[in-house]
């Protein structure tokens, strides 16, 4: 993707939006090509209308709330923009926003997070691709953090899209040092010998039936006076491969977009360089076990006892209930920082994608109700909502083991809390857990969200830390 964007209308704009807050701004506006009196009929509040001349678009919208749910509406009318544009093959857009609000930037995001494509491995590129993207009255702050917002997106879908014979855990870390570069912010990769000097059982349990080794690596953020004296630590599920291992996955809806399982891991990686192309003054630490989980001769099996990373042993159960094993590790490594939070986020649980559907993600967390709040509260301004779930003491006796200290599987019912449950044995902090595995990866189209990886979190977390 190379959408040009800028904050100032663009010489070789061929089409433009123009966003009001009352019907008298049409008087003030040069050049209409539209009949006024028409417009003033049929403009309604927070509906695109549209004019079509010699192949050009002219849209207005009429907007004067400013509600989540106001804003959440005009990134569908982006949407619907956007689909104008593809069908007239319109290289070039300019927003006007005659509203005095910054509503236009919604209009911005909707239309750009449209646009993304994934074309890497399209031997033809002839398609449409809208080229650039400009706008005038917004806020300069609130412009540049939407830009990183949808840079951050954009970073995340493609990793997501990626097909898992490129993405190998090392080859994610290659394109995580080569973010760094470009985006500023530091990166260390442990390999193997480092792994196992650090004895992360879990990672290296869910790696065994692996041709490619695992990595650990480590993103900081921190920038010359953050508002936090304690990092914030990120932590993001990286199963680059999921076949379940030997608790073997059936292929057809269940194994083949499995390249996904890493979506938590996208998302830290999309946040941290828009957080970091924003120069947001939060100190932010980004963890990701990467591996992949798949079948041999050497695969952990169920009945398994492991030792992770800080000492607790694990019977396994299910070696599909592989990604709470990496991330318990990456957790438990976290806690040296002393971090005021740890969030992980990951595609967990089908029980969560059952509870909820792809309307929004499931939250729980020891973290006082303050910061939960303040998190769920992010997740309504972008739309990337939040539904939080108990984590009564009850749900812990069911990953009770007889061998161990606990096993990496609860019963048949609260999945996605016992899983919860089970990340929260390795936390010595306050800590928020996100379950995405239903809205992270769509198989239709959903408006701005597109089809395939939707970058889900990125927006999320920067929307909260800007706001930290």
């Known amino acids: 993707m190379n959408i040009q964007f800028s904050n100032k209308s663009l010489n070789d704009s061929t089409s433009r939006l123009i966003i009001i807050k009352s019907l008298d701004q049409l008087n003030q506006i040069g050049n209409i090509q539209s009949d006024v009196d028409y417009l003033k009929s049929s403009l309604k509040e927070n509906k695109l209308t549209e004019s079509f001349l010699n192949g050009k678009l002219e849209a207005f919208v009429l907007s004067t709330e400013t509600s989540n749910k106001n804003l959440e509406v005009l990134r569908g009318i982006g949407y619907q923009a956007y689909k104008s544009l593809q069908k007239l093959e319109v290289a070039n857009l300019h927003i006007e926003n005659l509203a005095d609000n910054d509503n236009s930037l919604a209009l911005f995001e909707g239309i750009a997070l449209s646009a993304y494509q994934f074309l890497k491995y399209k031997t033809k590129k002839d398609g449409y691709a809208l080229n650039a993207l400009s706008i005038n009255g917004a806020e300069e702050k609130s412009y540049k953090h939407t830009v990183a917002k949808i840079e951050g997106t954009y970073i995340t879908r493609t990793l997501v899209n990626e097909h898992p014979a490129y993405l190998t855990p090392t080859q994610f870390s290659k394109d995580i040092d080569a973010l760094a570069n470009q985006y500023g912010f530091c990166f260390t990769k442990l390999d193997r010998g480092q792994i196992e000097s650090l004895k992360m059982g879990g990672l290296l349990a869910v790696n065994q039936a692996s041709n490619e080794d695992p990595t650990f690596n480590i993103m900081e953020w921190k920038p010359a006076k953050p508002k936090n004296s304690q990092p914030i630590v990120l932590v993001g599920k990286g199963v680059v491969y999921d076949t379940g291992g030997l608790s073997l996955k059936p292929t057809t809806n269940a194994m083949d977009f499995m390249k996904a399982d890493m979506a938590g891991a996208g998302a830290v990686v999309g946040a941290i360089c828009a957080i970091a192309k924003a120069q947001l003054d939060v100190h932010v ?184």
């Not at 812990?396 to 161990?404: E, F, L, R």
């Open 285 to 468: 630490i980004g963890l990701i076990a990467a591996t992949d989980n798949k079948i041999g001769s050497k695969a952990y099996s169920p009945g398994d006892v492991i030792t992770m990373y800080d000492g607790t042993t694990v019977e396994v159960l299910n070696t599909d209930a592989e990604g709470r094993l990496t991330l318990a590790d990456a957790i438990s490594y976290g806690n040296k920082y002393e971090p005021e939070l740890i969030v992980d986020i990951a595609t967990l649980t089908g029980a969560a994608a059952r509870a909820i559907g792809t309307e929004g993600s499931v939250i729980m967390g020891t973290a006082e109700e303050k910061t939960l709040n303040h998190l769920k509260a992010a997740g309504h301004i972008v739309h990337e909502r939040l539904v939080e779930f108990p984590l009564w003491d009850e749900y812990g006796d069911q990953i009770k083991s007889d061998m161990a200290d606990i096993k990496n599987l609860g019963g048949d019912m609260g999945g996605a809390i016992t899983a919860g449950k089970f990340l929260e044995h390795f936390t010595r902090t306050p800590w928020i857990h996100i379950d995405i595995a239903a809205p992270s990866y769509l198989h239709h189209e959903d408006k701005y969200r597109g089809k395939n990886g939707t970058g889900v979190g990125v927006r999320l977390f920067f929307e909260w830390l800007a706001n930290y």
